[in-house]
């Protein structure tokens, strides 16, 4: 539906193309220094009091990263949504505590994605997240659709597909 995907992808609007506005240089140095000052003073006062930086060294060079990564996956082919916005391609730092209300207010990562049209989470996806310690990076399907996991556990028992599975992995 197009709640479950809240922006581009949804199907009553199409895929946008990635445009580049200000070319991506890379992350500051900032960007792992804040984030491991954020996991020490995880609260909303400090992150409040620190906004301009969060953009600066977090949002801002997100934003262009979502973009290039898009365009540079577009030209090799792959259509992705490369949407530069928050709950777009990239992840909110605050976390959903409603099932949770003792857990910090906000993650200590910053987490991109760059899926396969359709429903966000769903379908086939490039991600990135950049945490205090270094760099992770994901090819695959973020949740399996419940009706698609009986066919997917189906498949690694066939043959050696498991085994092939795990050495792509």
Known sequence: ?????GRAGSPSR????????????GFPKDTVTFLRALARNNNEEWLEARRARYEA??????RQCV???????????CRVVAD???????????????FRPDALPYKTHLALLWW??????????????????????????PEVPRERLPG????????????????AM
């Not at 769903?122 to 399907?141: C, D, H, R, T």
């Open 1 to 5: 539906t197009a709640r479950a995907v």
């Open 14 to 25: 199409p895929s946008p193309r990635p445009r580049a506005t200000d070319a991506f240089a």
């Open 57 to 62: 060294a977090l949002l801002t060079p997100a």
């Open 67 to 77: 973009v290039a990564v898009g365009e540079a996956l577009h030209a090799a082919g």
């Open 84 to 98: 530069p916005r928050v709950n777009g391609s990239i992840f909110r730092i605050a976390r959903d505590r409603r």
């Open 116 to 141: 396969a049209d359709g429903i966000r989470m769903a379908q086939p996806s490039f991600y990135v997240q950049i945490n205090g310690k270094g760099l992770e990076l994901g090819v695959g399907l």
């Open 152 to 167: 997917f556990r189906r498949w690694l028992g066939e043959e050696d597909h498991a085994e092939r599975f795990l050495e």
